[in-house]
């Protein structure tokens, strides 16, 4: 019996051995597990950083913890305090902690080493969202670049900016830069390269991505970006005034001495963190979600961002990397569920619907523009049932549509020729029909969706995809491959259209709809008309004042 008891535990080890597998990290070691249905092992909940807590919670990342036995790396489903996402919504079983700052590696089951490396950054507005919102499985079956997810700070907890020692801003996105930096540092050992890293973000995400370009914090750590559907440039991304933003919510809170800074600070370090996400901020009407990224005091000290992303744009001193820029079509889908309520709102005060990265120097010139705006989208008629995808366009054009486009622009006239563009227009035949209509739209993060694994994330909806939508999914898959593996969307000799570098005037742009086509400058007669308006009206952020030396008794 003693042979085959030997041979069994040799069996047992070569299956235990098959199942997990060990990469040591400069913290310690880790095991991961073989994926359940894909050809890949999975390391889940690492701790790429430490988010400081209590009343350090909006300080910028310290470093991870260090172990010596190993690490199981599995899915705890930690996300980070937030209000948006709930787990009966998601349907899974999720866990909010402060500390909440753990990375995902996927890894395909390859000998290969020196694989590139892909880096989701996922969305929800900068209030909302997790690493592992959207699953890549079918993105991986190239077998041949491993993928990172990851966790960073959401709303007040990541993106108070007081400009205060203990609340400078911008700690989420500080969160991102230690991420990237916990990928250079590792990703060799899990078999990837850290010369080819390629970041790729979704709505908040793709704004992410998009300011992580321009910021000196992050320079040389990933080498290409695709942004979906967000923009560095849009309203949501920057705060104009932070310290403002922060008075006015926190005295919805109650709070009673909004001119004094140091109070303002104790307020929001002393909350509870179910205060601090009590609201998601969703129903705004100016095109912002409150709390996002800022520009923040230039102290030395390892600031995110400095200067505003426009001043960085102009001045060209940035880093020129391979671009690829992706929007559907009907991005303001995203606002569809709104109409009801806002079509009334939007004929009674028009202007409480502007941006909030647009300023004017009265009460009547406001007025004037919001009516020049409205009449551009809706005519003469009031806002209304007959008109509803005019709504969906101006809301596809402020949020999304209008930032991404400005930004192409202004990479080109930087001399960054390596941004591409493309609008994804395909709809699939049980895609919902829009209210009022019998229209179908691609909505926000549509091109997005089409690449990972969930067919329509608003409904979670995991009916077999037709055979339209199976051959769309492979083309948006084959072009995001293409991107991450060269740095363009159409490498020479591929079966797609050629599609060349988009210019200073938005073209040309590929159109992704029922058929493949290279078409000219996209949303050319829009966007004209909102480069009117933001060249006389643009609003730029600022960053918070010098605060006052701290009282005596705080020191």
């Not at 290969?112 to 993105?139: D, M, P, R, W």
């Not at 596809?396 to 001399?415: N, T, W």
């Not at 490498?491 to 050629?498: N, T």
Request: proline share 7%; with cysteine.
């Amino acid at each position: 019996m003693k042979w085959w008891t030997c041979v069994v535990f040799m069996c047992a080890a070569v299956l235990a051995d098959d199942e997990w597998r060990e990469v040591r990290t400069a913290q310690g070691p880790v095991r991961g597990r073989k994926h359940p249905t894909a050809d890949m092992y999975a390391f889940y909940n690492i701790p790429y950083a430490t988010a400081p807590t209590g009343e350090d919670k909006f300080k910028a990342p310290l470093p991870p913890p260090v172990w010596l036995e190993p690490f199981d790396a599995v899915d705890k489903h930690v996300i980070c305090p937030q209000a948006m996402f709930q787990s009966e919504l998601l349907g899974e079983h999720l866990v909010a902690k402060e500390n909440c700052l753990i990375a995902n590696v996927f890894v395909p089951n390859t000998k290969e080493k020196n694989l590139s490396v892909v880096v989701y950054f996922h969305g929800g507005a900068f209030i909302g969202g997790y690493g592992e919102l959207l699953k890549s499985t079918q993105f991986m079956k190239a077998n041949d670049f491993i993928l990172v997810s990851f966790n960073y700070r959401l709303g007040i907890h990541g993106f108070l900016c007081l400009g205060t020692e203990d609340a400078p801003g911008n700690a989420g996105m500080k969160d991102q830069v230690a991420l990237l930096r916990w990928v250079q540092k590792n990703i060799a050992s899990f078999g990837g390269n850290p010369d080819d890293v390629t970041i790729v973000g979704s709505s908040a995400g793709s704004a992410s991505v998009d300011l992580l370009m321009l910021s000196k914090s992050a320079k040389g750590l990933f080498h290409r970006v695709i942004p979906e559907s967000g923009g560095n440039l849009a309203a949501f991304t920057i705060q104009r005034d932070p310290v403002e933003n922060a008075k006015k919510h926190a005295i919805k809170l109650n709070f009673t001495n909004g001119d004094d800074i140091y109070a303002l600070e104790k307020f929001y370090k002393t909350a509870p963190m179910e205060v601090l996400t009590a609201e998601t901020f969703f129903d705004r009407t100016d095109s912002t979600f409150v709390f996002g990224p800022c520009v923040e005091r230039d102290t030395g000290d390892g600031a995110f961002l400095t200067e505003t992303p426009l001043t960085i744009f102009k001045s060209g001193n940035y880093r020129k990397l391979p671009v690829l820029y992706g929007l559907a079509d009907m991005e303001g889908l995203l606002r569809v569920d709104f109409f009801e309520l806002w079509k009334h709102k939007m004929n009674e005060k028009f202007s409480d619907f502007l941006p909030a990265d647009l300023k004017f120097d009265s009460e009547e010139e406001r007025e004037e523009v919001a009516n020049k705006i409205k009449k551009f989208y809706f005519g003469d008629k009031p806002v209304g049932n007959d008109n509803i995808l005019k709504y969906i366009d101006y809301f596809s054009d402020v949020i999304f549509a209008y930032p991404m486009l400005r930004a192409v622009k202004l990479h080109a006239e930087a001399g960054n020729n390596q941004v591409y563009l493309y609008e994804y227009s395909f709809v699939d035949e049980d895609s919902p029909i829009i209210p009022h209509t019998n229209v179908r739209g691609a909505t926000h993060c549509a091109q997005s969706l089409a690449v990972y694994d969930t067919k329509n994330f608003t409904h979670l909806d995991q009916s077999p995809d037709s055979p339209a939508l199976k051959k769309m999914k492979k083309i948006v898959r084959e072009i995001w491959h293409n991107f991450v593996k060269t740095g363009t969307p159409v490498p020479e000799g591929f079966a797609l259209p050629a599609w060349p570098a988009a210019g200073a005037d938005r073209a040309p742009h590929m159109s992704l709809g029922e058929r493949l086509e290279l078409r000219g400058a996209l949303l050319a007669e829009r966007t004209r008309f909102w480069d009117d308006i933001y060249q006389r009206y643009y609003r730029d952020a600022v960053p918070p004042p010098k605060p006052p030396p701290r009282p005596r008794d705080e020191l």
